[in-house]
């Protein structure tokens, strides 16, 4: 089957570092995904990750470890507009499978 | 236009009225989805077309009817639909290659009420 777990909600400090953890069981895998989604709005891709290890792109980094099934989104010097679900994704053959999300606030 | 569009926005129908939702890619892509996203649930992947041919049919009612007809529009017919149907609906398209799924670009949304 197919499985996703990402804690539902979390609070950070604006300028602080916050780290969501994902971690998967799905049949399939070729990749892991993050994707952020404000209120209101349709998601929106930030991260791929296919090899192991951690892609750094600007303040977001996204770390994945195939053999424990982990992944974990990363995201510095908050910002207030970073208030939004940051939803882990797997993709698999030909479709993608994801989490309920996890919902973050940053206050000032 | 640029991305992926929806229509309409908003749509309120009646257990026994008939509508249709659009969705329209113009990005090239080569697979489009509908999704079913309701509060507190993860997004639920309802269907999925790649180059007009459906290729997954994650068990949905039959109330619900999608259209591909080419790789830039995708329909989603709704009949007879209930109550608990009423949720934000999202159309995605993605430029899949030797069947891996790569990132989705999701249009805005159609939010569904069922009266």
């Known amino acids: 089957g197919q499985n996703i777990d990402q804690p539902t909600e979390m609070t950070a400090t604006e300028g602080a570092i916050v780290q969501i953890n994902c971690t998967y069981q799905?049949?399939?895998?070729?990749?892991l995904f993050w994707y952020q989604q404000h209120a209101g709005e349709a998601p929106t891709f930030l991260s791929y990750?296919?090899?192991?290890g951690l892609e750094e792109k600007g303040r977001f980094s996204s770390f994945l470890s195939r053999s424990k099934g982990y992944s974990y989104l990363l995201l510095k010097e908050l910002q207030m507009k970073d208030s939004a679900s940051y939803l882990c994704a797997a993709g698999g053959y030909q479709k993608v499978t994801f989490g309920t999300g996890t919902k973050l606030q940053v206050i000032p | 236009e640029t991305g992926v569009t929806q229509t309409p926005r908003h749509l309120v129908m009646g257990m026994t009225n008939k509508k249709s939702l659009k969705c329209e890619q113009h990005l090239g892509h080569n697979a489009m989805y509908w999704y079913k996203q309701s509060a507190k649930k993860p997004l639920e992947l309802m269907f999925v077309y790649n180059f007009k041919e459906q290729t997954e049919n994650n068990s949905v009612p039959s109330r619900f009817s999608p259209e591909c007809p080419n790789s830039s529009h995708l329909f989603l017919h709704l009949h007879t639909l209930q109550p608990e149907d009423s949720a934000l609906y999202l159309c995605?398209?993605?430029?899949?290659?030797?069947?891996?799924?790569?990132?989705?670009?999701f249009g805005p949304g159609t939010r569904l009420t069922v009266t």
């Open positions: 990750n296919v090899l192991d």
């Open positions: 799905t049949s399939g895998f070729n990749g």
């Open positions: 995605a398209s993605s430029q899949n290659r030797a069947s891996a799924t790569y990132e989705q670009y």
